[in-house]
């Protein structure tokens, strides 16, 4: 088996604190790769004025992936899913030798109740919580921990997850990194240009990317 960290997002754009996170997960649970998954559009953010295209994004990410055990996908668009819980099903069953974990920080967790069938999402993937600066009272308090709590492993043992049985959840602390997306864009909101939309094959499926 491939054990595959799976790390969705807009990545709008893709930034240091990505591969930070990224890299500080494949030494703690194992990994064999991390894939990001590239949102063709996050149903969270709808409406979003400052959303870059997909292709910027995708290149963004490729760039800053690069040298490292990453591999960003647009794998989404293929599959035709939206939310988390359709992608995951359809990930398992297209590739039944990986065996992977969700990667998300506590930004995400504190808000992880407002997913699709979140609780699904649980059932069919272990979870990995790597803390982010300024979230973690405010994620450990959640209404989805109330019910994630129960099933929450030592961070001692995160190298085993692959012995655990869904639902399961890890919450792993490393040193805080204070960079994100929407500093960024506010500081270059035409970050954008600088990837012109070019002919492209996805880093997973090999597929020439529309």
């Not at 990410?61 to 293929?78: C, F, L």
């Not at 069919?124 to 109330?146: K, S």
């Amino acid at each position: 088996m491939t054990h595959i960290g799976l790390l969705g997002g807009s990545f709008n754009p893709a930034h240091g604190g990505h591969r930070g996170i990224s890299r500080f997960a494949l030494k703690a649970l194992d990994l064999d790769e991390v894939w990001w998954l590239v949102s063709p559009g996050n149903p969270l953010k709808e409406g979003a004025k400052d959303m870059a295209p997909l292709q910027a994004r995708l290149a963004s990410a490729r760039k800053m992936a690069r040298g490292a055990r990453i591999r960003p996908t647009a794998i989404e668009g293929e599959l035709g899913t939206r939310y988390t819980v359709n992608t995951i099903k359809k990930l398992v069953r297209r590739y039944p030798k990986h065996r992977f974990i969700w990667i998300m920080g506590s930004d995400n967790l504190a808000q992880f109740h407002r997913w699709k069938e979140w609780r699904q999402i649980a059932r069919h993937i272990v979870i990995a919580v790597v803390a982010r600066p300024g979230y973690e009272d405010e994620a450990l308090t959640a209404p989805a921990m109330a019910w994630l709590r129960r099933f929450v492993r030592p961070a001692s043992q995160s190298r085993d997850w692959t012995d655990w049985r869904p639902p399961a959840l890890v919450y792993l602390r490393f040193r805080p990194d204070p960079r994100s997306a929407t500093r960024l864009r506010r500081d270059n909101p035409q970050w954008h240009l600088a990837f012109p939309p070019t002919a492209s094959r996805d880093p997973v499926t090999r597929r020439r990317i529309p």
